[in-house]
């Protein structure tokens, strides 16, 4: 019987062990949260002026006398780069989801899945660096633009970044839809194209759309490419060949210089609390999105 | 699908018969429109990949050699090679992996094998979710408050390690999960029969059984954690750190060290006048570790596919 | 018949399915070393009770249960060490269940968690236990192969091997014949009329004349609720105590 005790009592602790782990992430979400949260709470609470800060487009955070951190002009930065990528990664994320999902035969689709897996490894400081060499050189060629570091660069560089999962998002959510939907109307006679618009889209209307979401929050929150690709110069913009500035990339600038507890290292902080709470909202949402989608 | 594909697609001669009429040959024209269009979607997002990476190699290949990975950055990174990058990245991922691993599964084993369907277990998936859609610049924020300074790690080694290993958590999770959940049911039920505890269960039977599964998850955390740039940079990576040449371990746990990902942010935007060829070939080793490493776990996933035991 | 004394008392056992009620207050006793048969249409709780007499139930956190089913004279809700129960029970689930290892890490699997090490008393259990189920001139030349690629019906008798490898004194057999063809199924009959008088052997089944072919005793349940309980003579006789017992062994309903 003594191994029996030794037995139950090891096994509880390994039980608690693995609880321990269990709860590892929502431990770590909310550290997350908190430390962010922490860092910046003091500037929000005491100085910071909300209005100033989410309607000036004057970041002056290091002026001598006027210091000032208004930051609508990174929030469009971020915006406008995210739009412009979604713009062209979704029809074409999408568009390779369906083919992938519905034209490929097993081996062509294997292919094209661990294709697309390799493009989703490229770090994305060598994005940022395909976007200073190759892709500037090509805007500053097509479109005889000064520089070729904006928001049309920042753009399809995010888009070629979220395409990834906007495939395998969406290319999972064509799964889900049964076999007996697509032969029904094969059977009433319908053409391939009939069969996705009538009735794939629609009946994986929530997942692609959940798709799109989870791009928006991995272009939103990209760091390193944006970085390097935009510009970096805060301005509104009128075009996409006007330079920009994103959240992400003015934390990962301005950062290292910012002496610590300063109000511009505070600052920087709050930004990261804004970041955080835009994609867990982004992701939230996607997940109720695709929730819905299982319990139909 | 095959079988829809066979069904709608009309190439036997008594349904080409049946489409003579010009209404059923503009539906062909359309179908095979729609077709070239999508390919052509694909095509355009993995034509450019492969375009660039070829350009990359070309651009980098003057400087190219074992030289060039074996030797340090000198003269303020203007000449040299990448060793001492190339090392302090191989430091973080051993280090992230090392502590990662163990949680990342484990989480997995308490999501699939212990936890109960509910409120709490869906705040844990939920959390996993946001976990894996923190920016990375936010766990760059986090790093740098909790480890750095709360924890007075300094900006080492060890703190950029433990801020990659939390970003690279939830990648490991979600594949061991699915790895998990696909050994059947029923050999659990089979091993609780005989009087084998949960532990022995899954040390016996689930995670053998599940291993090609969890070592996907694991390699591609080893892939992520090499390319980060953003959660290393205020929490250990630096610009330079001067190093012996052939030195194979010349970082402590609570040293500062290069990275080849940062290195490669350094030389291209923050140093003036490198040439050209010493970016492009940073480049190209960053991007041959990590498509390497990707590699590896596909192949390592089909190999132990095909030997799978029921 | 000798007197005999119940290996496992079942008093008033109710199991509750969040709002399903599985088994509606059964009571009845299953004697030492008999086969006990339990036959009965569909969702009549037969695998439930067996779940509950190896504390498998326990795998179901929606499940509830109440009353009592004592082993040995002790309640197995409340056993301290539920491996040890378990141990004691053998249980052969319907379909087949080679576990993904070899045919001898197989039936080996259980002495070793139970913390048997030994080569050679590992050896010599896995081949008595491929003996009595049956297996063992079948597989002899080839235990290191995977357990997982035998035939249906050498998996099943494979996990009888594994079920007896505990050496258990309650052999558990839950419709086993289901997935298995009519020769397998009378080679595992044979098997059980040896083990007969060995151990207590319960044999959930859904086909009525296995029960009558094998069982000392059998027990008729249907949705939940203990229909008649007695001995073959009685239950297969021409009038048992229930009116419905005889209409489903001779099937007019079922």
Known sequence: MGRGRLEIIAESLIEWVI?????????????????????????????????????????????????????????????????????????????????????????????????????????????????LTVINQLIIHVFNAPVGLNILNGGIILA????????????????????????????????????????????????????????????????????????????????????????????????????????????????????????????????????????? | MSSVESKSNPKGSGVRRFAESAGIRRKFRQEAMVKWLLAGATGMMLVPLILIIAYLVFKALPILSVGFLLDNPVKGMREGGVWAPFVGTMYLIVISLAIAAPIG??????????????????????????????????????????????????????????????????????????????????????????????????????????????????????????GETAPIMFTGAVFFKKVQQGDMFPYGLLDQCMALSMHLFTISTQVPGVPMELPYGTAVVLLATVLLVNICSIVLRVYLRSRKKW | MVKQNPKIEISDLKVRYDDVHAINGISFDILENEIFGIIGPAQSGKTTLLKVINRTIDFSPEARVTGRVKVDGKDVMRVGNVYALRRKIGMVSPLPVGLPLSI?????????????RERSQLDELVEKCLHQ??????????????????????????????????????????????????????????????????????????????????????????????????????????????????????????
């Not at chain 1, 794939?200 to 490419?225: F, H, I, Q, S, W």
Request: aromatic share 8%; with cysteine.
């Open chain 3, 104 to 116: 001898y890490d197989n039936v080996a699997f259980a002495p070793r968690m139970a913390g048997i």
């Open chain 1, 19 to 131: 609880r321990l782990c269990g709860i590892s992430a929502i431990i770590f979400i909310f550290a997350i949260f908190l430390f962010v949260f922490k860092e910046g709470a003091e500037f929000l609470f005491n100085e910071l002026d909300l209005t100033e800060f989410f309607f000036s487009k004057e970041w002056y955070p290091t002026s001598g006398y006027n210091k000032r951190y208004g930051v609508l002009a990174l929030i469009v930065g971020t915006g406008s780069v995210t739009i412009l990528a979604m713009l062209i990664a979704v029809p074409f994320g999408l568009g390779a989801a369906v083919f992938i999902s519905e034209f490929c035969g097993p081996r062509l689709k294997e292919s094209l899945k661990i294709l697309i897996e390799l493009l989703a490894a490229i770090p994305s400081v060598v994005w940022g660096f395909i976007g």
């Open chain 1, 160 to 296: 070629l970044m979220s395409v990834p999962i906007i495939v395998s998002i969406g290319e999972d959510a064509l799964k889900a839809v049964p076999d007996s939907y697509r032969e029904a109307a094969v059977a009433m006679g319908a053409t391939r194209w009939q069969l996705i618009r009538r009735v794939l889209l629609p009946a994986a209307k929530n997942g692609l759309l959940a798709a799109a979401l989870l791009g928006v929050g991995r272009a939103v929150g990209e760091t390193m490419a944006v970085l390097m690709a935009t510009g970096h110069s805060v301005n509104m913009p009128n075009s996409v060949l006007d330079s920009v500035r994103t959240l992400t990339a003015t934390i990962a600038a301005e950062l290292g210089e910012a002496p610590v507890n300063s109000d511009h290292y505070q600052v920087l902080f709050i930004i990261g609390l804004l970041l955080f709470s835009i994609t867990f909202v982004v992701n939230m949402t996607a997940d109720l999105i695709v929730r819905g989608v299982r319990k139909k």
């Open chain 2, 105 to 226: 599964v484990l989480a997995a084993v308490y999501l699939n094998e212990y936890a109960r369907e509910g409120w709490f277990t869906r705040i844990i998936n939920l959390a996993v979710i946001n976990l894996a859609g923190v920016p990375s610049i936010v766990h760059a924020l986090f790093g740098l408050g909790a480890f750095v300074l709360f924890a007075g790690l300094g900006r080492s080694v060890l703190a950029a390690s433990l801020t990659l290993a939390i970003m690279t958590l939830p990648v490991i999770i979600a594949s061991t999960k699915e790895a998990l959940a696909s050994v059947p049911m029923s050999f659990r039920q089979a091993c609780w029969n005989v009087g084998a505890t949960r532990w022995q269960t899954i040390r016996h039977i689930v995670l053998p059984n599940s291993i090609s599964g969890i070592l996907t998850g694991i390699i591609l955390q080893v892939s992520r954690a090499a």
């Open chain 3, 133 to 254: 189920a049956a297996l063992w001139d079948e597989v002899k030349d080839r235990l290191h192969s995977l357990g997982t690629k035998l035939s249906g019906g050498q998996q099943q008798r494979l996990t009888i091997a594994r079920a007896l490898s505990h050496e258990p004194e309650i052999l558990c057999l839950d419709e086993f014949s289901i997935a298995i063809d009519p020769v397998t199924t009378m080679k595992i009959e044979d098997v059980l009329k040896q083990l007969r008088s060995k151990m207590t052997v319960i044999l959930v089944t859904n086909l009525v004349q296995q029960a009558r072919r094998l069982a000392d005793r059998t027990a008729f349940m249907m949705n939940g609720e203990l229909v008649e309980v007695g001995s073959n003579d009685v239950i297969f006789s021409d009038n048992p105590a229930n009116r419905k017992t005889y209409e489903y062994v001779n099937g007019i309903f079922g």
